[in-house]
Each structure stands twice: as C-alpha cells, then as structure tokens.
C-alpha cells in the first residue's frame, strides 16, 4: 500500500527558505512521477512541481527559479527546497504520485491517485 508523508512546513519570514520532505512507501520513487501540489485557503489546489521517473522537472511559473524538486532514490524521498519565499506561497504543501510508473504526469490534479496529508507553509511578511 503507497502511503506519502509530507513534512517540514513551518512558519518563515519572507524571504527565507525551508525544505520539505516526502517520504514514500509502498512504492519506488525513482519509478514514478512525484509531484508537489499547494492549496491555499479559499483557492483550488494548484501545481507547484514536478520530477518525472526520468528525472525531468517542471515548475509553475510562479516558483521558478525559488524552489527546487530533487529525489534521493536511497532514502526513497522527495524533496522541495523552497527559497524566497514570499507571503504568497502561504498554504497546504501536499506530495502526489500516480499509480502507473513510468509515465509522464503533468499539472492535473486529477492525473495523481495517492496523496500525502499534508504540511502547512506559512510565510510572514
């Protein structure tokens, strides 16, 4: 059974960083796409990234080039190094993954089968 456990939210000042976690079991990271989705209060959950089993990442426009998607395939875990932060990246930080390896998931939320619980961002101004 594929559990996802998300951890390492917190509360930051903007402009600092935190790194989140994602520990899978029950399934081979490497194999799967991974992704990191955000839902803030009052909005729809939207895509914030990412890694393909390939490796292969994508971002949403509006974290490029602030946050970073890695995978450890020992440790089986994903990774979202969130620098700048800004007020505005205050939400829910929920891992996905498909159920089918090797294929290539997007930014639909509704192409991921298993979720994490989540872990609250909250960026002060």
């Known amino acids: 059974q594929t559990q996802l456990v998300e951890s390492g939210g917190g509360l930051v000042q903007a402009g600092g960083s935190l790194k989140l976690s994602c520990a899978a079991s029950g399934r081979t990271v490497s194999r799967y796409s991974m992704a990191w989705f955000r839902q803030a209060p009052g909005k729809e959950r939207e895509f914030v990234t990412v890694?393909?089993?390939?490796?292969?990442?994508r971002y949403a426009d509006s974290v490029k080039g602030r946050f970073t998607i890695s995978r450890d395939n020992a440790k089986n875990t994903v990774y979202l190094q969130m620098n700048s932060l800004k007020p505005e990246d205050t939400a829910v930080y929920y891992c996905a993954s498909p159920k089918t390896a090797y294929t290539y998931n997007g930014i639909d939320p509704t192409t991921y089968d298993y979720w994490g619980q989540g872990t609250q961002v909250t960026v002060s101004s």
């Open positions: 890694i393909t089993y390939s490796g292969g990442t």
